[in-house]
């Protein structure tokens, strides 16, 4: 009987690893993402454009320094961009102070940008895990009842915590502080946490936040992905392996683009092949680096799951499907080259991808 289960056992590993090599990305992966000719950047750095903070109790350049790392969303039939910008307080990367604009479009591509920021450093709960490095890199997603649902890292130059705020307009936000505060009595309430890509599916050809059951489910980290739950969008507990320690369902890979990080990008997508994650590869320098990509440079990816098991891994990816290519995305803060992508949306049959070039501008693809 133990040689019976163990020969079925076998065969089966062997029929899922020949489906998995058979499935090719153009029979899941979404592809030919281009660049609209003339558009990009479409936000840039503006020193003119000042508000008073709360935080230094002056009015302050808040788009001086960069703009980038955007969010996505739609309302009202506009698409919302929603970026992390730097003032021009200090050199040097995460030595500044970011906080959250808002910009809106009818046609994706040509924005208005208001002149305060949404969500920013304040004298308010979240003081002590804002001040002074601010509020970055939001991703947002809406449930089926309009609730928008931004993460974003809030960032003390100390630890950077993966945060939830909420809004019902995109305009005024309740932040509800870090996501995985009550997570296993506060395990996890001091650890470096960040970036988070939360389920979504299309609805009535709306994207909204998918739920499993009960929960809400979303991928996160940097290093490594892994999964969280939750019951009400606010407080998250991630899973953990049969360790007790977090459980890894996609890592990094020698010799790959995302060699060195795999940064959860904008909200992952449910369709009829899986789930498909987004995210952000990072090439590592000298050893285990993809010498077909420079070292350090952000490329973007995307990995497969099972539609009914978040958890469970499918493929991704070998190339990225994005890469560094103008000379904006290859400047700047960053200039080993970034395309960093945090927002993707729906918007009149088309899907609008948008990311951050080098720290330093906002631009976006499109995909009809």
């Known amino acids: ?14 029929v899922a690893c020949n489906n998995q090599e058979s499935l090719q990305p153009e029979d899941w992966a979404w592809l030919d993402f281009q660049r609209p000719e003339g558009i990009n950047p479409i936000i840039s750095p503006n020193k003119d454009i000042k508000f008073f903070c709360p935080m230094t109790g002056d009015s302050i350049a808040w788009q001086e320094g960069d703009t980038f790392n955007p969010a996505a969303t739609t309302k009202n039939g506009k698409i919302v961009v929603m970026f992390r910008s730097e003032d021009a307080t200090h050199m040097g990367i995460g030595s500044r102070t970011s906080r959250i604009g808002y910009a809106e479009s009818t046609d994706g591509l040509h924005f208005d940008i208001q002149n305060t920021p949404v969500v920013y450093p304040a004298d308010d709960a979240q003081k002590a895990n804002e001040w002074p490095g601010g509020c970055e890199d939001p991703r947002v997603a809406k449930t ?32 509800h502080g870090p996501a995985f505060a009550k997570a296993y009595n506060g395990r996890f309430a001091n650890n470096f946490t960040k970036s988070a890509s939360i389920i979504t599916k299309m609805q009535e050809g709306q994207q909204v936040i998918a739920k499993f059951g009960d929960k809400y489910m979303m991928y ?37 683009f995302d060699s060195d990080l795999t940064e959860c990008g904008p909200p992952a997508i449910m369709t ?29 990816g995307q990995a497969l799951f099972d539609k009914n098991d978040p958890t469970k891994y499918i493929t991704r990816l070998d190339k990225p499907f994005f890469q560094p290519e103008a ?16 927002g993707l949306v729906n918007h009149q049959g088309k899907w609008f991808l948008y990311y951050g070039c080098a720290d330093s501008f906002v631009a976006v693809a499109v995909k009809n």
């Open 272 to 300: 009829d092949k899986g789930i498909i994650l987004f995210y952000n590869g990072k090439n590592k320098a000298g050893e285990g680096a993809d010498p077909n990509y420079t070292a350090n440079s952000y490329c973007a």
């Open 144 to 175: 089926e009842d309009g609730l928008y649902v931004m993460f974003y890292t809030q960032w003390n130059r100390d630890v950077a915590r993966l945060a939830v705020a909420t809004s019902n307009d995109l305009q005024t936000w309740t932040k």
């Open 220 to 256: 996160w980290g940097e290093q490594f992905v892994n999964v969280a739950t939750s019951t009400d969008l606010v407080n998250w507990e991630p899973m953990l392996d049969e360790q007790g320690e977090l459980l890894q369902v996609m890592k990094t890979r020698p010799g790959y």
């Open 1 to 14: 009987m133990k040689f019976f289960l163990a020969l079925i056992s076998a065969v089966s590993f062997l």
């Open 327 to 342: 000379d904006f995305e290859k400047s700047g803060q960053y200039p080993a080259g970034t395309v960093f992508i945090e």
